[in-house]
């Protein structure tokens, strides 16, 4: 069966300080992957997407950045974070065009 | 602003009782999904109905598509404390490939 990890689960990182969150995905290949961020009592936004190895499309202009360096592998970066990323950052995947498995979430706070 | 908007955005239900919550949009969408959240966790699919579908049943929900008004409902009956959590309408859109668009959320609260 397929599973998704992120991690870290919580992350508390000073303004200006660089990013890293990871999510991994087991048991499917070629999966489109997904990184969404939620405000606390908020809806979900997506920010970035892929179909596939090195192909990232962004939804939201900011300072954030993502890479597929492989098939299952998903990295949200920022080279300076700014007190506005705290959130709930979510990676999700799916086979398909329909439904979205999301993993367990990292939560960011910027101080 | 969001395609997909909850109402209301929040209930607070007793235990037994049936929750009803509404989602609308704006485009015309190949399909619509309900999602649900726990505290601090990740999102888990409930439902998907399709455009071309009115109603849909799984165990205790119960989900209706109306095109027309461009609006979703999602149906809990016999509410369990359990069912306390966020539910989110999310919908693929038309021509938007694979992306899925969120609503804000309802927040249900079941009283035991």
């Known amino acids: 069966s397929q599973t998704i990890h992120q991690w870290p689960a919580t992350l508390v990182q000073p303004v200006g300080s660089p990013l890293s969150l990871e999510c991994t995905v087991e048991g499917t290949s070629n999966p489109n992957l997904y990184w969404y961020r939620q405000a606390a009592g908020r809806g979900l936004q997506l920010l970035f997407y892929s179909v596939g190895i090195g192909q990232i499309s962004s939804e939201v202009p900011q300072n954030l950045s993502a890479s597929r360096p492989q098939d299952r592998q998903f990295i949200l970066s920022s080279k300076k974070l700014l007190l506005s990323d705290s959130g709930f950052y979510l990676c999700a995947w799916s086979p398909n065009e329909d439904t979205q498995y999301f993993g367990p979430g990292t939560r960011l706070t910027v101080l | 602003s969001q395609q997909g908007e909850e109402d209301p955005q929040a209930l607070s239900i007793q235990e037994g009782e049936n929750a009803t919550m509404n989602c609308s949009y704006k485009t015309s969408i190949n399909n619509l999904q309900w999602y649900r959240q726990n505290s601090g966790r990740g999102l888990v699919h409930l439902i998907l109905?399709?455009?071309?579908?009115r109603e849909k049943h799984s165990g205790r929900l119960r989900v209706t598509l109306d095109t027309s008004k461009k609006s979703s409902s999602l149906l809990i009956t016999a509410s369990r404390a359990a069912d306390t959590a966020s539910y989110f309408c999310?919908?693929?859109?038309?021509?938007?490939?694979?992306?899925?668009?969120f609503g804000g959320g309802t927040r249900l609260m079941v009283k035991p």
């Open positions: 999310a919908t693929r859109v038309n021509n938007a490939g694979n992306m899925l668009t």
């Open positions: 109905i399709r455009s071309n579908e």
